[in-house]
Nanobody, 125 residues
Framework: EVQLVESGGGLVQAGGSLRLSCAAS????????IGWFRQAPGKERDIVAC????????YYGNSAKGRFTISSDNAKNTVYLQMTSLKPEDTAVYYC??????????????????WGQGIQVTVSS
């Protein structure tokens, strides 16, 4: 079965760093891109970053530019989100999701086929 499992979340102080992992199984990893999304209480679920596992193309949402880095280890079927200079406003539940690689440049939330259950990231002041 298809499975996406997030790990690496937790509590960190403002200015700190955290690395999230998304372990994928049950589908052809190289044919998909993986996106990281986040949702804070009362807010929409928004894209943070995404990466194509076929050619390494990346995209970053405005909140992540200059602070976060997405990367992929195809041998491990795992995508990472390295977060630095964390701010309290980064507090949210973070989700990873899979989309066909050919759609990644134009994909919206509805195009993502598979989703993890999410993991909490809390940044304290």
């Amino acid at each position: 079965e298809v499975q996406l499992v997030e790990s690496g979340g937790g509590l960190v102080q403002a200015g700190g760093s955290l690395r999230l992992s998304c372990a994928a199984s049950g589908f052809t990893f190289d044919d998909y891109g993986i996106g990281w999304f986040r949702q804070a209480p009362g807010k929409e679920r928004d894209i943070v970053a995404c990466i194509s596992n076929s050619d390494g193309r990346t995209y970053y949402g405005n909140s992540a530019k200059g602070r976060f880095t997405i990367s992929s280890d195809n041998a491990k079927n795992t995508v990472y989100l390295q977060m630095t200079s964390l701010k309290p406003e980064d507090t949210a539940v973070y989700y990873c999701a899979a989309v066909p690689s050919d759609l990644i440049d134009i994909a919206t939330r509805s195009d993502y086929d598979y989703w993890g259950q999410g993991i909490q990231v809390t940044v304290s002041s």
